[in-house]
């Protein structure tokens, strides 16, 4: 009887066969069955999902998830300091099916290695995660490849990221980053870095990155160098942080964030650049003393020329017909030029937010897009503006203290002031000027525009409109202490 028991036994065994053993750490067959592919290699358990594996309670910091080939439909989001560890990238495949955030990263030291993530609006995309890492990764098709926001010393190495139709690889307010060996090809808009502190734009990016083969030029404290097509053969990407006395002309950059940016650099120049079909044309942040002039900063999605927060800065003779939003903008960039321009087919053909104390003359801007303006002012006042071309204007009414207000600006220089399409007064002394002012809006009003286009150069009479704008901010100064003082006498003398 029992040698029958045993021989039953022993035919079971065969049939069925199963270990005795525990599940060790690093012991992983690939070739499971579909529905446990996903292994927490310090637990053991196995999952049918990686969000699954995530999500156990079991799973905590720390812990490395094995995901063994094949594709996995699902949204992935890492709530947990956790390392993703894809069998083989070329065969393990998160797919977002067209949609969603494929891999959506929220917590500290993250690591994501050897996937294929594809066909969703976000690839990759980290939010407030610091000290992750994205390795040898494949991203393709979607909106974004991989998007770092407020995510600070990160590593992204050796990664392809392809066909995105927004932006490639994005960095946002990420500093102390570092990208090696990653390859950008057929994006729209490929690579681009932007933020608000000098930390934001100090990341470590060397040419081992590309843009369609191109290597990516991020420099960072340069000084006293000139970057051409001599210089600098082939660019795929230009950006220039905290450095000076810099001239970057006479290249050719295209899609990509910012065609070239300037970043916390000052007394620099750009000329005679074309930038074209990128997010913006060329984009100085947090600068000052920049010159931008002969450029042609056409068909970008948002602005051909963008100033931000970069005081005392130049606009000259550039062309930015034919962008998304804006032809030239000026963000919170006082007593700068912006004069001599092309600047048609925009929506906003110039833009004032924040800028004041500023001269703005002599450029055309008369063509616009449907239900677009020549000229839109936000917030800024005391600017100079005079010897342009105009068709439509909007003048941003604010609120202070539960008070319609709109900002006051100049728009002549005391002698002239702008050409108007719609002007209908007339100039009974034929000398150019009509005879009645130009009502721009509330608080602004061209006192003598203009019966034809200006034709001419208006840098002759720049230098008079610096003058006048240096005189009327000394004059308030004066007649603000000299006010004060005339009405503490007045009270003396009633005292006494």
Known sequence: MLLLTFSLLSSILLVFPFSFEQPCKGQINASQQNSFRVHNLNTGKNYSTIQEAINAPETLDGHEIFVASGIYYEYVTVSKSL???????????????GMGTVVYVTADNVEVRNFTIQNGTFGLYLKNSNNSKIINNTLQDGSYGIRLYYSRNSEIIGNNIYRYTWFGVEIKASGNTTLR?????????????????????????????????????????????????????????????????????????????????????????????????????????????????????????????????????????????????????????????????????????????YTNNSIIAGNNALAVKPGGYSIAVYYSHNNIIYHNTFATTLLYVETRNGTPFTPRNNWDNGLEGNYWSDYQGEDADGDGIGDTPYVVGENNVDNYPLMTRATFSPWPTVAIASALILFVSVFLVLEKKWGKDTFSIATEKDNQ
């Open 181 to 353: 060996d990653n390859s950008m090809v057929e994006n729209e808009y490929t690579f681009g870095v932007n933020g608000n502190s000098l930390f934001d734009f100090i990341n470590d990016i060397d040419v081992s990155n590309t843009v369609n083969d191109k290597p990516i030029h991020y420099l960072i404290n340069q000084h006293n160098i000139t970057i051409d097509a001599s210089t600098f053969q082939k660019i795929g990407y230009l950006g220039l942080v905290n450095s000076t006395n810099i001239k970057v002309k006479n290249l050719n950059v295209q899609n990509n964030k910012q065609g070239i940016l300037f970043a916390f650099t000052i007394d620099s120049s750009i000329n005679n650049v074309n930038a074209k079909n990128n997010w913006n044309g060329l984009y100085v942040a947090h600068s000052s003393n920049i010159s931008l002039s002969g450029n042609n900063a056409n068909n970008n999605f948002d602005y051909g020329i963008k100033f931000f927060n970069s005081p005392r800065s130049t606009a000259s003779g550039n062309n930015v017909d034919n962008n998304g939003w804006a032809g030239i903008g000026l963000f919170g960039s006082f007593n700068s030029t912006v004069d001599g321009n092309e600047a048609n087919s925009n929506y906003y053909n110039l833009h004032l937010v």
């Open 83 to 97: 390392s993703l560890i894809g069998e083989d990238r070329s065969t393990t495949i998160i797919d977002g099916n």
